[in-house]
């Protein structure tokens, strides 16, 4: 008589995903800090070794990295940490300000105007930033903080789950995020006055938001997200700055 496979517990399930969680968060951080090197044959044993998880969590957190496009696969087999080009990297950037423009511009069409409260406040708060204490590193920190906060803010205001997965996806490459390239700043005197701009349109598209200017909301979203490529060609040209770019070590430089 054959036997049935036992099914794994619901524990035994949970336990699994947790050490899947923990391998992908472990290994996306070896990644962007350039501990596994672009382009090299990613050894699951010396991952396992060096972090004392199994592979089979690590198998599964590579699949994972690779829908995410940190990782692709190679012809003999498993996977490599994938570089980008820098033209990768301003096409990802544009991606992401064509959603987050679309997500300003359905804030202003259908949003709930209840929701303008924490955007002006998130406002404040960023204005408080970038007028004090934005010379200091932890000034810097703060602004990161607040600047994914009124991003995430405008997002949840176009009340649309199909678009937040796609700008969820976008961002994935941190390069591409919001905040990819401002601990770089910190690093560049002649980029502090970006931060100023960036703010400046912050202001305009809450105000176009707040009017119901949907078209408005939506160019000025666009143009915001433009800065990251002016701040990319800065630090591209400031070594040190790359470095504190979250996957900086992927981007291929052009000798």
Sequence with gaps: ????????????????????????????????????????????????????????????????LEEEGLVETIPSGGFAVKSFSQQDVFDAIEIRGTLEGLAARLAAERGSMARLGPLNACLQELDEVVESAIATE????????????????IVDMAESPTLERQIERAVSLPFASPSGFVMAQALMPESHRVLFVAQDQHRCVVEAIANREGARAEAIMQEHARLAGRNLRLALHHEKALERVPGGALIRKVR
Aim: hydrophobic share 40%; glycine share 6%.
């Design 1 to 64: 008589m054959s036997q049935v496979a036992e099914l794994p517990s619901a524990s035994e399930a949970d336990k699994g995903q947790s050490r899947t969680v923990k391998a992908l968060l472990i290994m996306r951080e070896l990644i962007l800090e350039g501990a596994l090197a672009p382009g090299k044959r990613i050894s699951e044993l010396s991952v396992a070794e060096r972090t004392g998880i199994s592979r089979t969590p690590i198998r599964a957190a590579l699949q994972r």
């Design 138 to 153: 932890e000034g810097f920190s703060r602004y990161v903080t607040a600047n994914a906060r009124l991003h995430a803010l």
